[in-house]
């Protein structure tokens, strides 16, 4: 499990880092040889949903996504679980609805065969892998309320997700 989370951060990682270089080279091409990549700005887009997506699910799995804890702080030990795994079900249940709309639109661009504007690239394979990132906030969410239902944190059930 610690190695699906650690390559699900590295895809996100390069995918977010190309998405720099190609910004920063098209920069430099347009202002100082007045050339330009054709369709980066497309593809940079559909890397940085690859990016954003694939990063939704570590963040669901590890808990490092924004919280407002104020209620929860006031609370019993087992209410504050309760209001956890409440918590952990509406963001597996919304991930699950997600992914499910992406796989229709992934199955609707494949049958339109959308491209991009200059290069002709296909749009759905960048979907279908942004969606597959979103698959996996599913699974790992269900992964965090099993290991929360059973009294762990990803990190005491051996999960080194820092490091």
């Not at 919280?67 to 918590?87: F, K, Y």
């Not at 963001?91 to 661009?109: E, H, I, P, Q, R």
């Not at 698959?135 to 005491?156: K, Y």
Request: some cysteine; aromatic content about 10%.
């Amino acid at each position: 499990m610690d190695r699906l989370v650690r390559n699900i951060e590295i895809l996100a990682g390069y995918s977010l880092g190309i998405v720099a270089l190609l910004i920063f080279a098209e920069i430099t091409l347009r202002y100082v040889f007045n050339v330009q990549i054709p369709d980066v700005y497309a593809v940079a887009a559909q890397l940085q949903g690859i990016a954003i997506f694939w990063g939704f699910a570590t963040a669901t799995f590890s808990g490092r996504h924004i919280t407002v804890d104020i209620v929860w702080e006031a609370c019993p030990p087992r209410i504050a679980l309760a209001i956890d795994t409440l918590a952990d079900l509406i963001t597996a249940a919304f991930f699950a609805a997600l992914a499910y709309m992406l796989y229709l639109k992934v199955g609707s661009l494949h049958a339109s065969g959308e491209v991009t504007n200059t290069v002709k690239l296909l749009l759905w394979p960048f979907l279908a892998i942004a969606g597959f990132g979103i698959a996996c906030s599913v699974v790992l969410g269900i992964i965090r309320i099993i290991l929360r239902l059973q009294g762990r944190t990803p990190v005491e059930a051996g999960l080194n997700l820092n490091g």
